[in-house]
């Protein structure tokens, strides 16, 4: 049988090997997708002559395979400069040539490697006759030498798919499905999904709130498709400015598949691309651009995500099928608004939360029958009381939100959550709480917030089991989440799992380092497991009054009684002057055993309608209080009746 060596192709300081699909810059590796490789291949070939556009897409893109051909291309191209460092206004290597194609300008080399296969045609192989084989490479060659120009254009054409097959023989793969190139099975199930931030395409820094709205919404759309589990926002936002090659965020995300896509907005007009990847093959499966008027973004997210449906073989519901087909138009300006307020209650910092509610309320004048801004408001204050908002305050204006948005729209997961939450902890409406979490679970089992939410309820109602396995749910779903890492840790703490919480909270300060109640949390549970530990490095006068008061129950553990008293009157002088919850305060007394004091504040805390107060029947900070009849009153009025 006859043999065919696989060429090297050599320009400037990179090295492609045709055999392992690898292109080395300096000897160092660099990751290049399927598609700008094969591109690659077919320029390097011809160097110096035009590769045109039909030519790239029968050799690329067949007739077989769906693609939207302009954006592949130009996505293709884009990723081969980016590996390159190359620049399409003064180009190295890759020159655009008008309405035609694209050209390889600089100077290329090739030589044969020494491994062989059976034969199976390569671009090196595929030379036109006349001109110089790599075959002819013999040892006394002095090395590699300029590449013999190819005029047979559809021989390269060709070439380019056996590249494949040669990847398919040597590294065990095949390209897609009954409608692939070569006719092979197509990708195993799809069953986890993740959406990667979408690119602006505007460059314009400005616009950055509206891609992240429009990624956004699109993972909130595909969530609430039963059939496909989708990675929620958090963690897949982790990956705007990564370099990580698909596979690579494929395997940290535990996703099957992923997609990519731009948006760019020009006037009026908004246009999205998508394309969807195989995270295991690398290999891309669907690919398709959409235009629309910007107050139309909702219908257009529904049609990508019926088409992305269609495509991974998701068998929507006849519910499901009517609810894509349905979108309400809002008007720019409630669009534009709500777009904002995602942005800003996103963030996180309190500056930007309080952002927020203004951009919702903005919304929600422009269009009062947009149930997302109800929504959307009712979350920005609930996260208020993260900054010390008074409850008294906050929750209510969240919960008429949460019921405007749930009158509007019964199908809306979050509004749902938000209800669940002021019932959970402003009403202590046990019942009523869990009846919205399971709810909002029932129409997107994808939601962290809402696993998450239904996972601490759980904790603080004693029912452990079912606790842990939302919260695995949630981190199945979010692993990159802060908020999610955080939260995990306080539900084994209260569980009294004190090692297992504390595994919890380092993952969350792997993620965020600076994470002050996290190191502190640490300490409290270091404590309560009698072993010595350094306070984290934290200045008290900066610190939020649950940090401080979680640093002074811990120095009281810790029998640093004088250290906490100093961190306690700090607290205490800091709600002279602001909102500080009393039920913080009294963990402090507790630890301390100052009994009398820690039932006062409780009994502020259930006046001041505390969030904290639901904490009470499984805190371990308050065990030395339990058998105390005034402990037993406080929990029936918090609603633990059966105490």
Same mark, same amino acid.
């Given at each position: 049988m006859e043999t065919s060596s696989f060429p090297r192709f050599r320009f400037g300081v990179f090295d492609v090997d045709v055999r392992s699909g690898e292109i080395r810059k300096g000897g160092s590796k660099i990751k290049l997708q399927e598609k700008p490789f094969q591109l690659l291949l077919l320029l390097l070939e011809q160097p110096g002559e035009v590769v045109t556009r039909e030519q790239l897409r029968e050799a690329l893109w067949p007739a077989d395979t769906f693609v939207d051909f302009d954006h592949s291309l130009g996505t293709a191209v884009a990723k081969l400069r980016a590996a390159l460092g190359d620049s399409a206004k003064s180009p190295r290597f890759v020159e655009t040539v008008a309405s035609r194609g694209y050209r390889f300008i600089g100077p290329v080399t090739t030589d044969a490697s020494s491994e062989h296969v059976e034969a199976v045609p390569t671009v090196a192989t595929l030379t036109p006759a006349g001109s110089t084989s790599p075959e002819a490479v013999t040892p006394s060659d002095p090395g590699p030498r300029p590449v013999a120009k190819t005029r047979r254009r559809a021989?390269?054409?060709?070439?380019?798919?056996?590249?494949?097959?040669?990847?398919?023989?040597?590294?065990?793969?095949?390209?897609?499905?009954?409608?692939?190139?070569? $006719? $092979?099975?197509?990708?195993?199930?799809?069953?986890?999904?993740?959406?990667?931030?979408?690119?602006?395409?505007?460059?314009?820094?400005?616009?950055?709130?509206?891609?992240?709205?429009?990624?956004?919404?699109?993972?909130?759309?595909?969530?609430?498709?039963?059939?496909?589990?989708?990675?929620?926002?958090?963690?897949?936002?982790?990956?705007?400015?990564?370099?990580?090659?698909?596979?690579?965020?494929?395997?940290?995300?535990?996703?099957?598949?992923?997609?990519?896509?731009?948006?760019?907005?020009?006037?009026?007009?908004?246009?999205?691309?998508?394309?969807?990847?195989?995270?295991?093959?690398?290999?891309?499966?669907?690919?398709?651009?959409?235009?629309?008027?910007? $107050?139309?973004?909702?219908?257009?997210?529904?049609?990508?995500?019926?088409?992305?449906?269609?495509?991974?073989?998701?068998?929507?519901?006849?519910?499901?099928?009517?609810?894509?087909?349905?979108?309400?138009?809002?008007?720019?300006?409630?669009?534009?608004?709500?777009?904002?307020?995602?942005?800003?209650?996103?963030?996180?910092?309190?500056?930007?939360?309080?952002?927020?509610?203004?951009?919702?309320?903005?919304?929600?004048?422009?269009?009062?029958?947009?149930?997302r801004s109800y929504s959307g408001l009712s979350q920005a204050y609930i996260a208020l009381t993260d900054f010390y908002e008074r409850p008294t305050e906050t929750m209510p204006r969240a919960k008429t939100a949460a019921e405007a948005a749930i009158r509007l729209d019964d199908t809306l997961a979050d509004a749902h959550v938000s209800r669940g939450a002021v019932r959970f902890l402003y009403d202590w409406d046990w019942n009523g709480a869990e009846s919205e979490f399971r709810r909002a679970l029932s129409l997107n089992n994808a939601s962290a917030d809402a696993h998450v939410w239904y996972g601490v309820f759980l904790s603080q109602m004693g029912r452990l089991d079912e606790a842990f396995a939302e919260m695995d749910r949630a981190?199945?779903?979010?692993?990159?989440?802060?908020?999610?890492?955080?939260?995990?840790?306080?539900?084994?703490?209260?569980?009294?799992?004190?090692?297992?919480?504390?595994?919890?909270?380092?993952?969350?300060?792997?993620?965020?380092?600076?994470?002050?109640?996290?190191?502190?949390?640490?300490?409290?549970?270091?404590?309560?497991?009698?072993?010595?530990?350094?306070?984290?490095?934290?200045?008290?006068?900066?610190?939020?009054?649950?940090?401080?008061?979680?640093?002074? $129950?811990?120095?009281?553990?810790?029998?640093?009684?004088?250290?906490?008293?100093?961190?306690?009157?700090?607290?205490?002088?800091?709600?002279?002057?602001?909102?500080?919850?009393?039920?913080?305060?009294?963990?402090?007394?507790?630890?301390?055993?100052?009994?009398?004091?820690?039932?006062e504040w409780l009994h502020r805390g259930l006046d001041a309608r505390s969030i904290c107060m639901p904490d009470l029947k499984v805190d371990p900070r308050f065990d030395s209080l339990r058998a105390d009849p005034r402990f037993q009153e406080l929990l029936r009025s918090v609603g633990f009746r059966d105490q």
């Open positions: 021989a390269v054409i060709a070439a380019v798919a056996s590249v494949a097959v040669v990847a398919a023989i040597v590294f065990g793969f095949t390209r897609a499905g009954a409608r692939g190139l070569f $006719g $092979g099975p197509r990708p195993s199930s799809i069953r986890s999904l993740a959406v990667l931030p979408l690119q602006n395409l505007s460059k314009d820094p400005s616009e950055e709130y509206f891609v992240d709205g429009m990624t956004e919404q699109l993972i909130t759309t595909l969530a609430q498709l039963h059939g496909i589990e989708v990675i929620s926002r958090t963690s897949a936002m982790q990956y705007r400015t990564s370099t990580k090659r698909v596979p690579e965020i494929g395997r940290e995300l535990n996703a099957d598949a992923v997609i990519e896509g731009s948006v760019v907005r020009s006037g009026n007009r908004v246009r999205i691309t998508a394309q969807l990847i195989d995270a295991r093959s690398d290999q891309h499966l669907w690919a398709r651009s959409y235009d629309r008027d910007f $107050g139309d973004v909702l219908a257009l997210q529904n049609e990508i995500a019926s088409a992305i449906a269609e495509e991974i073989r998701i068998r929507l519901s006849p519910e499901e099928k009517t609810r894509l087909a349905q979108a309400r138009t809002v008007s720019a300006a409630a669009q534009e608004a709500y777009l904002r307020g995602r942005y800003h209650l996103n963030q996180g910092d309190e500056a930007a939360v309080r952002k927020s509610v203004d951009d919702f309320t903005a919304a929600i004048a422009a269009d009062s029958q947009d149930a981190e199945a779903l979010d692993p990159l989440s802060v908020p999610v890492r955080f939260n995990a840790g306080w539900v084994k703490y209260l569980a009294r799992r004190n090692d297992e919480a504390i595994a919890e909270w380092r993952k969350a300060l792997e993620i965020e380092p600076n994470l002050g109640v996290a190191h502190t949390s640490i300490w409290l549970a270091y404590a309560r497991k009698d072993a010595a530990a350094d306070p984290p490095p934290v200045d008290p006068e900066e610190s939020s009054p649950l940090d401080l008061a979680t640093r002074a $129950g811990a120095y009281a553990i810790g029998g640093k009684r004088v250290e906490a008293q100093r961190v306690l009157a700090r607290l205490k002088d800091l709600s002279t002057h602001r909102y500080v919850c009393p039920y913080e305060v009294a963990t402090a007394h507790a630890a301390l055993d100052q009994r009398d004091e820690a039932i």
